[in-house]
């Protein structure tokens, strides 16, 4: 919960004493899923004091759970002073209303505590609109059954952002802000499509590292400008899930004439609500107008080739699932015995941390983005300086010779870039 000091600064937070719940209706092992889940409550501020798990044919429509396991829940939660009882999947507004009744307790589901998390971390005017806008399309569908759980002025998980402002308006009041939303992120992605046109335009490769929540994507990002002598350009880096929201973008160079522009943004994880998708899907487009994507595997953990599926299946929605691609196993550090990942696509072993083999990461990415790159040399008449002009900003210049024909021009260029120029080649 939230403490406030003068002219309403907030001071602290305190930990909220939150209980675990979680539905098993097949046969599947909930103890990954659980462990996540613990370890988003913990990134949203919250101290996990215990956990149910239920097997159920299907899921009680009035409460989710079984009349018996919420009158067990509802005693733990007395007898431990518990704040929250949090839930591993979604809820209805209906289901919510219900449970809170019976628990006296706050109850958010796992969609709630990721959009929480979002709204805690983002700190550029796009990310808090984006969460913004996730959270009033997930608040949309449950305002009958939501009205008086999402009423609450104080603070904790699941009441910040829109929660705390608009939650005794009416239905024309969300659709109206969330138009409002729609138009300023519509501006902000008109802005970064320019800036993307110009970035194209001067040829330099885009590398976008996507992945797993906490595989280390800012770690190796922060290696990598490390390896480029660019270390006071460091990201932050946090053993936490989602440490990372907002976009980060640094130019990386390889050599003298080859240097690429690195992408990072948010991580992904199991059952990344939907509404997240659709509101970050124009900074996700990075990722998608990437030339080259580097996922990042947490090589530690057990179950990696999960967070493989989860990450291909939300680079499939966002249209990136064709894209060139390098698997990259990190934190070898943290491995016992040999490791072999398995993988349809070039793959690498590294460490970020320690730096292992991090210069052949680098050499793979140079193959695969300078592949198409060839040197040649150009004689372009006086007379067509906008050719000259477009080479020079296209490609890298070797050398440059002013000659009675013409300038003679050597310059390494991309496949696509030569085709534009090829009938200057000086044979």
Do not use: W
């Not at 518990?82 to 009744?101: C, H, K, P």
């Not at 959270?135 to 910040?160: C, E, H, N, W």
């Not at 110009?198 to 190796?220: C, F, H, M, Q």
């Not at 790159?373 to 080479?391: F, H, K, M, N, Q």
């Amino acid at each position: 919960m939230l403490k406030f000091g003068k002219d309403n600064e907030v001071i602290t937070r305190e930990k909220e004493r939150v209980v675990l719940v979680g539905v098993r209706t097949g046969s599947e092992d909930m103890s990954y899923s659980m462990s996540e889940l613990s370890g988003l409550a913990a990134a949203a501020g919250a101290e996990v004091i215990g956990e149910a798990v239920q097997n159920l044919d299907r899921i009680n429509t009035a409460t989710f759970i079984g009349r018996g396991k919420v009158e067990e829940i509802r005693e733990f939660c007395a007898n431990s002073e518990a704040d929250a009882v949090i839930f591993n999947d979604e809820l209805s507004g209906i289901q919510t209303r219900n449970l809170e009744r019976e628990l006296k307790v706050h109850v958010i589901d796992r969609t709630v505590l990721i959009l929480d998390i979002f709204a805690l971390r983002a700190k550029t005017r796009e990310g808090m609109l984006q969460v913004e806008l996730a959270q009033l399309q997930y608040v949309m569908p449950r305002i009958a059954g939501f009205d008086k759980s999402l009423s609450r002025q104080a603070g904790g998980i699941g009441t910040r952002g829109p929660g705390e402002t608009q939650l005794e308006t009416d239905r024309r009041h969300y659709i109206r802000r969330m138009d409002s939303i729609k138009n300023e992120l519509a501006h902000i992605k008109r802005t970064r499509k320019t800036t993307r046109k110009r970035r194209n335009e001067s040829g330099i490769p885009v590398v976008a590292l996507v992945g797993y929540t906490n595989a280390g994507k800012s770690s190796l990002m922060n290696r990598l400008l490390f390896e480029a002598d660019r270390d006071n350009k460091d990201v932050n880096v946090e053993d936490m899930l989602f440490a990372t929201l907002d976009t980060e973008q640094r130019r990386i160079k390889l050599s003298s004439t080859h240097e690429f522009i690195l992408i990072d943004t948010v991580g992904f994880v199991s059952r990344l609500p939907h509404t997240l998708i659709d509101a970050f899907k124009a900074t996700l487009e990075e990722v998608a107008q990437a030339d080259l994507l580097l996922e990042i595997v947490d090589a530690s953990y057990e179950g990696y080739d999960f967070q493989i599926e989860v990450t291909d299946k939300v680079l499939n929605e966002i249209g990136a699932g064709g894209k060139d691609k390098i698997m990259v196993y990190n934190k070898m550090d943290q491995v016992k015995g040999e490791f072999y990942g398995v993988t349809s696509c070039e793959s690498v072993n590294i460490s970020a941390e320690t730096g292992e083999n991090v210069d052949e990461l680098l050499r793979i990415i140079e193959d695969h983005v300078f592949a198409d790159r060839a040197e040649i040399t150009l004689l372009i008449p006086y007379d067509r300086g906008e050719v000259l002009s477009y080479v020079c900003d296209r490609g890298v210049v070797k050398e440059t010779e002013y000659t009675e024909a013409g300038t003679k021009i050597t310059v390494e260029l991309a496949r696509m870039d030569y085709d534009r120029v090829k009938e200057y080649d000086f044979i």
